[in-house]
């Protein structure tokens, strides 16, 4: 197997598949038990949906995102100073515009852990930007519009 073909976590395979049954059940809800509802039942299962939706991936944003920052902490403090450093205030926690910026750069100074956990993070964010953007078509047919 060539091993220059990045693959995906296990984990990130569990998130996408738990987003589509949560897709599919409020899908299911709206056109079998809502059909005909209120607006205000609209609005409470879109809401349902948003916040069953948003709050666990602002955990797991955090989750994914510690795992990366606490590794280059620990073993390469210089480059995570480096990263988060934010200006007049020095490294006082985490710069999400350097992080970014570094994570879609070739620098993972010599160490394949940090390889793999950038691999992962950048799925991640895809997989946190489908979600974002979906809902530009998903509301509006849980609120029926």
């Not at 948003?54 to 280059?72: D, V």
């Amino acid at each position: 197997m060539n091993s220059a073909i990045p693959r995906k976590p296990t984990r990130l395979r569990v998130y996408w598949c738990v987003w589509m049954v949560l897709v599919a059940a409020a899908f299911v809800l709206r056109f079998t038990c809502f059909a005909g509802a209120s607006e205000q039942r609209l609005f409470g299962l879109a809401t349902a949906y948003g916040l069953g939706t948003w709050l666990p991936l602002m955990a797991l944003n955090y989750i994914e995102g510690h795992r990366l920052n606490s590794h280059l902490k620990s073993h390469h403090r210089q480059q995570w100073d480096k990263i988060n450093y934010i200006p007049l205030f020095g490294c006082v926690g985490h710069n999400g515009f350097r992080m970014v910026r570094w994570l879609y750069s070739k620098e993972d100074f010599g160490d394949p852990k940090v390889t793999e956990l950038k691999t992962d993070y950048r799925y991640f964010m895809v997989f946190l930007l489908t979600v974002f953007f979906s809902f530009i078509i998903i509301m509006p047919v849980l609120l029926g519009l």
